[in-house]
């Protein structure tokens, strides 16, 4: 069984411009989370969709957004970005919403010059 | 507000000793805890999880305490190896929150042959 897949793993953006990641779950599974990890602020939460509906949200500036299409792929998109906005971005995914392990794919290091 | 904290940013061992990594939180809402380990710049694996409903979980040479009334956590590794070697993280969800995940800041595990 395949696991969680992200791309790009590494990208590298200006100042001001957008990106977008993306997040395979793993087969079945229908539940997609995201988080950022940075040396400062740790592991945070930024959203979670589950059935192309975002459930929760993280404290996080609207720039952040995200969406799930019918075949529970998700993408995240940072528009605008900041200097701040480079870490490691993490999506994780569950079959459904109730309490169970996640599992995390590789991540998508993003860095902002 | 951190609601999940590792207080222990670092822990060293000897292999084959036990490492005991602790976690607490604040949130009374937790009822669902699960400890991940990771290495730089890949995202978190799963080790185990215990529900509120139970006080401990085994899991081959992981065994995972948690004691309700003083909102604490423990995670025990018997023996250590090298390999374990990793940061470890502490996460806490509760079920109407899906699975949207609060980390602690982590704890780095250095296990010395």
């Known amino acids: 069984k395949a696991g969680v897949t992200q791309t790009p793993r590494y990208l590298i953006k200006t100042r001001g411009q957008q990106v977008t990641l993306s997040c395979s779950p793993i087969?079945?599974?229908?539940?997609v989370s995201w988080y950022q990890q940075t040396p400062g602020q740790g592991l945070q939460f930024l959203f979670e969709?589950?059935?192309?509906?975002?459930?929760n949200k993280g404290n996080f500036p609207g720039r952040f957004s995200g969406r799930q299409f019918s075949n529970s792929r998700s993408e995240m998109n940072v528009s605008t970005l900041e200097l701040g906005d480079s870490a490691l971005y993490l999506c994780?995914?569950?079959?459904?919403?109730?309490?169970?392990?996640?599992?995390f794919g590789q991540g998508t290091r993003l860095t902002v010059v | 507000d951190q609601q999940v904290k590792q207080n222990s940013p670092s822990l060293s061992v000897q292999e084959g000793r036990i490492s005991i990594l602790n976690c607490d939180y604040t949130?009374?809402?937790?009822?669902?805890f699960l400890w991940y380990k990771k290495y730089p710049a890949e995202g978190p694996t799963f080790l185990i999880s215990?529900?509120?409903?139970?006080d401990k979980n085994e899991d081959g040479r992981f065994t995972v305490f948690l004691n309700k009334s003083a909102k604490h956590l423990s995670l025990h590794i018997v023996p250590s190896q090298p390999g374990d070697s990793a940061v470890y993280f502490c996460?806490?969800?509760?079920?109407?929150?899906?699975?949207?995940?609060?980390f602690g800041g982590g704890t780095r595990l250095m296990v010395k042959p």
């Open positions: 969709y589950f059935s192309e509906t975002q459930r």
């Open positions: 994780a995914s569950t079959p459904t919403v109730m309490n169970t392990e996640a599992f």
């Open positions: 215990i529900s509120s409903i139970k």
């Open positions: 996460a806490a969800s509760y079920n109407n929150a899906g699975n949207m995940l609060t």
């Open positions: 949130n009374s809402m937790f009822d669902y």
């Open positions: 087969s079945g599974h229908r539940s």
